[in-house]
């Protein structure tokens, strides 16, 4: 009935031992069989979202006046910046993602010291470059400065001797400087940071310092004064050095936070959620067992119903849902209720596809048609409907998945990932391992009571 059948039997054979040695691992590893050196290593253990294990989950939002504009690539950065940080902390799979325009979603499954994670978030590590004029403020002093205020809300700076701390302009941020290096300074006592401007910076620094030689250029790291050069004459190529009473410990520390840590925009702690192990626990047993009791229900219908037929579904939903997991593991994908929903759901059209050709079998058969024709014209012919509905789920994964990522909805986007994963497998379940599952009973036990074999 299908050729190649016992190529298609080996390939499906193949495919779930794969399947299953995935399952029922932690990590995948292939040694050089001559040195003992590691060729490739792959961490397949299941990854259980915030609602299963339990952990924090964070809303940030940045600190600055509503009129402030602030654009998706400072957002990205923002939110690249944060996962990167809490990663430092030894914090595993855990899940940022940018809300709207000017928030920020942080999960963090498993996470035991929430106030690290906050300590850690909030730490700006935002560099200025501050026109400070004729004055030279020392080194630690906290300046305040006009970056990220309303300007129309700024107060007429106070006199020399005033109660109030005068607010400078900050001419340019971290955000402009392309590249950063440590290296001693000119006396060789101490150490300064390198670093080169990209071009709209370069352009920035160089009409300043062209503007205003002789005066301060103050550089300040999350408002603290770090160093206060004078400038000596314009410098318009976009390179300059940050001077300091710096280690080597201290300057390389500084590099690297300019580099890969300095937040582009302030961000405030708008919200948090602590959900207990005890509680995620509960909820994956609860799952769990729902699942269990559904699937079985699932696997008795299609057994009692359709007999034969149903019973290679059955072989075919089981071999689904081994491939299913082994994929989630394999890509990394984080399990949580909704994603379970997904799966349940996927596993849904899978069956609905099996139905539908089975369906489609019997009618063949009831009006005359010999086996073979019959469980041609079943798959032929049932093929439509089922392109037309996986393609529709498929299309309303995709409006669900930009709808979550655009909003911050990780519960939606959990959902609609797995459940467009699901129904890609659940297609080839369906039309490959089925239709060849069944090809192989058939012409292993060539039946002719078709009431008894095929529930007609």
């Known amino acids: 009935m299908i050729r190649n059948l016992t190529n298609r039997i080996i390939l499906i054979l193949v495919i779930?031992?794969?399947?299953?040695?995935?399952?029922?691992?932690?990590?995948?590893?292939?040694?050089?069989?001559?040195?003992?050196?590691?060729?490739?290593?792959?961490?397949?253990?299941?990854?259980?979202?915030?609602?299963?294990?339990?952990?924090?989950?964070?809303?940030?939002?940045?600190?600055?006046?509503?009129?402030?504009?602030?654009?998706a690539d400072e957002m990205e950065t923002a939110r690249s910046i944060v996962e990167n940080r809490t990663n430092a902390l030894g914090v595993s799979e855990n899940l940022i993602q940018v809300a709207g325009e000017r928030r920020i979603v942080g999960e963090f499954p498993g996470a035991s010291d929430a106030n690290a994670i906050l300590d850690i978030i909030q730490q700006t590590g935002l560099l200025e470059f501050v026109d400070t004029g004729d004055y030279q403020p020392k080194e630690g002093d906290i300046l305040r400065t006009d970056y990220g205020l309303d300007p129309a809300a700024l107060p007429t700076p106070a006199a020399d001797g005033g109660s109030e701390q005068p607010i400078y302009h900050t001419v340019m941020t971290g955000k402009?400087?392309?590249?950063?290096?440590?290296?001693?300074?000119?006396?060789?006592?101490?150490?300064?940071?390198?670093?080169?401007?990209?071009?709209?910076?370069?352009?920035?620094?160089?009409?300043?310092?062209?503007?205003?030689?002789?005066?301060?250029?103050?550089?300040?790291?999350?408002?603290?004064?770090?160093?206060?050069?004078?400038?000596?004459?314009?410098?318009?190529?976009?390179?300059?050095?940050?001077?300091?009473?710096?280690?080597?410990?201290?300057?390389?520390?500084?590099?690297?936070?300019?580099?890969?840590?300095?937040?582009?925009?302030?961000?405030?702690?708008?919200?948090?959620?602590?959900?207990?192990?005890?509680?995620?626990a509960d909820s994956l047993q609860r799952s769990l067992i729902a699942g269990l009791i559904g699937f079985t229900i699932v696997l008795l219908f299609m057994g009692i119903y359709y007999r034969l037929p149903g019973i290679t579904a059955n072989l075919s939903i089981l071999m689904y849902a081994v491939i299913l997991f082994a994929v989630f593991k394999l890509i990394g994908v984080t399990m949580t209720l909704p994603g379970i929903a997904g799966i349940m759901l996927s596993t849904g059209s899978a069956l609905d596809a099996n139905i539908l050709v089975f369906e489609r079998l019997k009618e063949e058969l009831r009006s005359g048609r010999t086996m073979k024709q019959a469980f041609g014209q079943a798959w032929s012919r049932a093929w439509p409907s089922i392109r037309d509905s996986n393609i529709a789920a498929l299309i309303t994964a995709a409006i669900l998945f930009w709808f979550g990522s655009a909003f911050g909805a990780t519960i939606v986007k959990g959902f609609s990932l797995t459940l467009a994963i699901g129904v890609v497998i659940s297609l080839f379940s369906s039309l490959f391992i089925t239709h060849s599952l069944l090809a192989l009973a058939l012409d292993i036990f060539k039946p002719k009571n078709l009431e008894r074999w095929f529930g007609i």
């Open 16 to 71: 779930v031992g794969l399947a299953l040695w995935v399952d029922l691992s932690n990590e995948i590893k292939f040694t050089n069989p001559r040195d003992g050196s590691t060729l490739f290593q792959l961490n397949t253990t299941a990854r259980l979202g915030l609602d299963l294990q339990g952990g924090l989950q964070v809303l940030l939002e940045a600190d600055l006046p509503e009129t402030t504009k602030i654009s």
């Open 176 to 280: 402009d400087i392309k590249s950063v290096a440590v290296a001693p300074d000119n006396l060789g006592t101490n150490y300064a940071i390198d670093f080169t401007l990209t071009p709209e910076g370069a352009k920035i620094f160089g009409e300043h310092t062209a503007a205003n030689v002789g005066k301060y250029l103050t550089i300040t790291l999350d408002k603290r004064v770090i160093s206060s050069p004078s400038i000596r004459n314009a410098i318009p190529d976009g390179a300059g050095q940050i001077t300091g009473s710096f280690t080597a410990e201290e300057a390389n520390a500084l590099a690297v936070q300019l580099k890969y840590g300095s937040l582009p925009i302030p961000l405030k702690v708008v919200e948090t959620r602590i959900i207990g192990p005890t509680l995620g």
